[in-house]
């Protein structure tokens, strides 16, 4: 079968000013004002005596929580002589206030329906429920309420100050210096430091008591325990046929990517002829991978399904792999901070080598998402990700099970898949960040190797061939964004059956074939289980990718992969109807999208396109309040109203700039429709502002036939709906529709075009004759010559 190179699409020279809703958003009826003024006041001077009390790093500063109903016009607080700081969810918000503000917020209750002639932004005083204050319990990260502090004379903490202005604001240098300065008073030991926009964090050596002290202070956010990465490393030694006399090197030009891990064994003779460079960001340590776990993740991000490999014989590295050890010999994270270690080593990386693609197989358990802010690692991948257009591919995260509660309470095998879908289960840091790509675990084989070899039954695994690892984590992301968006093959465990010993779960058999660290002989390759590494497999296709299309944006590659991703229908009915219908009761969701996103990568049209499956991409830049119309070059035969199972699937990827003070994190939303009609005349006048008061916004077309709904897909950054077509309209043109909207607290954040990425994949693979790709060739350039001539009318 002939295969082509995918074809570029271009958008329409018309351009659209984006409607503009109008909202009447209703105000509190508070009845008695001047009661409910009373009532604040009261709830304030209890806040203050408390905060009064409390130790203090700027004296006379203090934080509060403004509780409140509706819409709260954050941007004009200060004119009640409080300053935001930051939305905790939407009924929340973080304010400071000195002395000279609180007594204007107090003046201003006080005139709450009593005298009110100067009394402006009135409407502010009216949203808010109450006034409390920021408590220690509140500064307790999810680890520390679970399980306290360490029991030792000394323990490392992470401490987050609020996150006031910017990074080199004169506010946030003094927030800083004062509570630099409180710390030394108190010979609390600061072993590191981070100050990003929206992340301020101290690494600082302490004692119970000081940790305490921490927790009453109020310039501090957070108090949490240092990371730990939860990898679970098995290895088991398996025999490796011959090698090939000279396994070739990748080209100079090959798609270069970073594994940061745990180091990678350079000298391992699969991985030798493809390894470039490597650098330590760990104290103390080489490069070297003691841990092993790099290792595997290096020799699955280079050749994807080792299996496949190893079952052939055939060994030809694509890739240049670029070893960056972010991770100690027991797999844990360094004294640093690992947001400073990370944004240190993809500069490096990206300054120095050019890489363009890292696999971050680690994750904080200690983090799970709180479906609030992302913080701590999240928040810097999505930072580095805008800044330097890199791609990082991250894991969902190991579940191993919870004590308390019990989960599973009895047997691994009988409770699954339930357990998979409870709280203990979320996705944790940095699965949640929005601009990188995170993969979940699906399983491939199912018999360990006891049952393999012995006819008694000894060792039953939950999980059947694509269906959910019993060890995967589930999603969403912020307010609902799809994740993990992919899953790839992950391994499997089984639980013993005669022992009793149901935690003690077993998984030789039914892993994933890699690369050994501690190779002699004929144990080149092990067999590994997890989350872990599903996610270079997704690294091994984008790095691929960009060999065929080595000038893609991080965006394109995003789009690319996730076009391409199918829903197993094996996931789709490892849950019954009942637990179905139980979860999107509760949630509003699918149990099968928590788990697995967009589903698994199907190779077959990834990297080139054919006659019966056309891969169309467009990079664009959109300025905010716009819209950009693409019409798809679909050819008459592809339109034909013959019944025949058609598809039309689009994907939308960008990487606006985010912020985690706010609910809504990302600074700007692109967003995309589907639509049809018979012009693109018609189809713009649905979109027009100027003419939104005659004609109703379209939404998607033949929604009945589409697997993601705008509203679900349009919650990340990454946004794919698959159509499924089979009597079109031979008269009806199909287009696809970009808008841009900033938030208001984001236009300063955003550039004055946003990048993004545009994928549609055309497919008629019904028709035996199909031409397609030769056919919508045809009419891309023929949709050419028409703009030529457009913009030829209108010089003249």
Known sequence: MMDYEHLVIERELLQNERRTRKMNIPRPDRGDLRGHGQRLLTSLNHSIEYAREQPSSRPGNFVFKIQYTGLLDINHLQKHGVQFVSQEDNELCIVFA???????????????????????????????????????????????????FPDEASFALDVELWP????????????????????????????????????????????EDQANLLLELGDVRLVDLPPKSGIQYHQLNIDLEQLPHEIPTPPENAARICVLDSGVATNHPLLAPAVAESASFVNGEDEFDVAGHGTAVAGIALYGDLEACKASNYWKPELLVFNGKILDSNCEFNINTIEKTLMDAVSYFVDEHECRIFNLSIGNKNAPYDSRHVRGIAYVLDKLSREYDVLFVVSAGNFNGSIDPDIPKYSWREEYPEYLLCEESVIFDPAPALHAITVGSIARHNATFDAQRYPEINQLAPASEHQPSPFTRHGPSVKGAIKPELVAVGGNLASPVRTGAEYNAVGHGMGVLTCNNRFMGSTLLSEVSGTSYAAPYITHLAGRLLNN??????????????????????????????????????????????????????????????ESAVVLMAEEKIENNVHHFFELPLPEEFLRSQRATREIRVTLAYSPAVRTTRID??????????????????????????TQDETKSRSDAAVNNRDVSSELRGKGSVQFSKWTIRQPNPAERWFVVVTRQDKD????????????????????????????????????????????????????
């Open 745 to 796: 607290w984001g236009e300063a954040l955003s550039l004055e075009k946003e990048p993004y990425s545009l994928v549609v994949t055309v497919t008629d693979r019904e028709n035996e004759n199909a031409q397609l790709y030769t056919q919508i060739s045809q009419r891309i350039e023929q949709q050419v010559q028409q703009r030529a001539r457009a913009q030829e009318r209108a010089r003249v």
């Open 164 to 207: 006031i202005a910017v990074a080199h604001h004169p506010d946030r240098l003094i927030i800083c210096q004062a509570f630099e300065k409180w710390i030394a008073e108190n010979d609390i030991a600061r072993k590191d430091k981070l100050n990003l926009d929206s992340l301020v964090m101290y690494r600082l050596e302490v004692s």
């Open 98 to 148: 000195d002395e000279a503000g609180l007594a204007i917020f107090s003046d201003h209750l006080q005139k709450l329906g009593i005298d009110e002639s100067e009394l402006t932004y009135k409407q502010i005083l009216e949203a808010i429920e109450g006034v409390d204050n920021w408590t220690a319990e509140d500064r307790k990260s999810w680890i520390v309420k679970k399980q306290g």
């Open 549 to 610: 299309y080595p000038k893609a944006s991080s965006n394109l590659l995003r789009a690319l992969i996730v076009n391409h991703a199918n829903m197993p229908r094996e996931v789709e009915s490892t849950f019954s109807e009942e637990i179905q219908e139980a979860y999107k009761r509760s949630t509003g969701r699918e149990v099968h999208r928590d788990l697995a996103g967009y589903g698994f990568v199907d190779e077959s049209e990834l990297f080139r396109s054919s």
């Open 665 to 690: 994190y990302m600074a700007t939303k692109i967003h995309y429709r589907l639509v049809k009609d018979t012009s693109l005349d018609n189809v713009q006048r649905f979109f027009n502002h100027n």
